[in-house]
């Protein structure tokens, strides 16, 4: 070999050499960049988490909690589920939209506005932009829809511990209760009349909440509007917990068949059965939301509008007369719920007494 080509083979090694150090080093460099972008992305992510669980209130202690519980229940009994990952997912979505709701909610409002007149920051309940506006609604009133979720997923959960119904139990305890069986008994006053009576006694129980909340919303009574949520999240949260465990499906199911005829009325009766049509949860009755969501909110106007309770006594106490009359539950169903629903109460009566259980600016 002559020295020219040992001294191209030696330049070519060199040069082998540099590309492989300068290739090492951007290897390193790239590694070094990626690590601090997936450290940044890591504290950004936890930041961003702590400050939603830092804009949760009671309510959202409660709702998170039931959905962490649920997807530990689903875990431990997937055997009895067909799609329990599409269950856990679906539970997991929802804490993070509520975490998202909470988090964007708590930012906007913390923006403010420079009002000249008073020389201050506004605050989230004065409102003055439309994105304030926007959130602090949305903020306010999603948890009617997370209930209805939860109440809409239990057809799904009803089994999930229990692969049978336990109706008979509950006929057995109305049976030696009132000596006859309540859902049928009541059939021999079936009239048009009082059939629409009872299906608006029925019916009223969409607008308790909704009545005490727009009130207190109306009013800016966040911290009675915030404990009026919790009571109604613990007592829900508390039946959906006994329905999973104990699932019973209803004199509607149960009975099938055994009246003389459907219950015939007027408007109430027809928009009813749309809701029952569209909603109905084929399980899921043991202890009755229906009573136990009326209770909760009777309780909180007792606490925070007592004049509203006395409005809403005698409907609620209808009401829970014709939960049994309309055939969507057993006496026993309405004493679970005057029992969670009074609980649901008492337990956050003083939950609310805790740090954090309202929002500052709240």
């Not at 007149?117 to 506004?122: E, I, L």
């Not at 019916?203 to 919790?230: E, N, P």
């Not at 027809?270 to 009755?285: M, Y």
């Not at 309405?334 to 709240?362: D, N, P, Q």
Request: charged share 15%; net charge positive; glycine share 8%.
């Amino acid at each position: 070999m002559s020295d020219v080509q040992r001294q191209d083979c030696k330049g070519e090694e060199t040069l082998i050499a540099w590309r492989a150090k300068v290739g090492a080093e951007r290897s390193g460099e790239r590694a070094v960049r990626l690590e601090t972008e997936r450290q940044g992305i890591v504290a950004l992510i936890t930041q961003e988490l702590a400050g939603a669980w830092a804009g949760c209130v009671a309510f959202e202690w409660i709702a998170l909690g039931y959905l962490a519980l649920s997807c530990v229940l689903i875990a431990m009994f997937s055997e009895n589920l067909p799609h329990p990952m599409r269950l856990i997912g679906m539970q997991v979505f929802a804490a993070g939209v509520i975490l998202i709701l909470c988090r964007v909610e708590s930012r906007v409002a913390k923006r403010g506005v420079w009002n000249n007149k008073t020389q201050r920051w506004t605050d989230r309940n004065v409102c003055p932009t439309t994105a304030q506006k926007f959130w602090h609604f949305w903020r306010h009133w999603y948890p009617h829809l997370f209930f209805l979720f939860c109440f809409e997923e239990m057809a799904k959960l009803v089994h999930l511990v229990s692969p049978g119904w336990q109706d008979a139990k509950l006929i057995a305890f109305d049976q030696s209760l009132t000596g006859v069986n309540p859902a049928l008994w009541l059939e021999r006053f079936a009239h048009p009349a009082l059939n629409e009576f009872m299906q608006f006694a029925y019916f009223t129980y969409f607008v308790y909440l909704l009545i005490l909340g727009g009130l207190l919303y109306y009013q800016r009574d966040w911290k009675s509007y915030w404990s009026v949520m919790t009571y109604s999240a613990i007592g829900y949260v508390l039946g959906y917990v006994i329905s999973i465990c104990f699932p019973v499906q209803s004199p509607w199911f149960t009975l099938a068949g055994m009246w003389h005829g459907e219950l015939v009325g007027g408007p109430f009766t027809a928009l009813v059965n749309l809701i029952e049509k569209c909603g109905r949860v084929h399980g899921a009755a043991f202890p009755s939301q229906h009573v136990a969501g009326a209770v909760a909110a009777l309780w909180g106007a007792w606490r925070h509008r007592r004049w509203l309770f006395w409005v809403f006594l005698p409907f609620v106490m209808c009401m829970c007369v014709s939960t049994v009359y309309v055939r969507n539950h057993y006496v026993a169903d309405v004493f679970g719920g005057i029992v969670t629903g009074t609980l649901g109460y008492v337990i956050g009566g003083w939950l609310m007494k805790s740090r954090g259980a309202v929002a500052e600016e709240a």
